[in-house]
């Protein structure tokens, strides 16, 4: 009797550790896709990604880059202060989107060329996202105050 109960136990955290496991395993394959890395202009020019890597691109809109095609196409450069990345967008823009203020950018880096899918501009007059403040006082041009 007392075995049988032994048994039954180590059947039981055995059968639990597989399923953890096996559940650890699915979710991190469901998110392979789903993870997008930011990045700072510097870091995009130092060590390109491949073309069909998706991530985040982060920093101050260029002034005067700013140049709207036909249609719907949107082109303008993205820097840190360090390095500028040239950035093609088609598609609505955010309303606070504009000249030397913060965005981030999701897609991916062609030719040279990085290939947005979708353009986050900061939301109010103090906001800037994290990611782009440390990119930027990293560079040594980040202008505002101390907070984050």
């Known amino acids: 009797m007392k075995t049988l109960k032994k048994r039954r136990r180590i059947q039981v955290i ?14 991190g394959y469901a998110m392979r896709d789903g993870i997008n890395f930011f990045r700072s202009p510097s870091q995009v020019i130092a060590e390109p990604p491949q073309p069909t890597e998706v991530f985040r691109i982060g920093g101050l809109v260029e002034e005067g880059s700013i140049i709207r095609g036909q249609g719907e196409t ?20 955010p309303d606070l989107f504009s000249e030397n203020q ?15 899918t979708e353009i986050l501009a900061k939301h109010d007059e103090t906001y800037m996202p994290k ?18």
């Open 74 to 93: 949107v082109r303008f450069v993205v820097t840190d202060g360090g390095e500028s990345v040239p950035v093609a967008f088609t598609g609505v823009l």
């Open 14 to 27: 055995v059968l639990a550790a597989v399923a953890l496991a096996l559940s650890t395993a699915l979710i």
């Open 102 to 116: 913060g965005m981030i950018g999701t897609g991916s880096y062609v030719n040279g060329v990085f290939q947005a």
């Open 131 to 148: 990611e782009v403040m440390d990119a930027l006082k990293e560079q040594g041009v980040y202008k505002g105050d101390e907070q984050s």
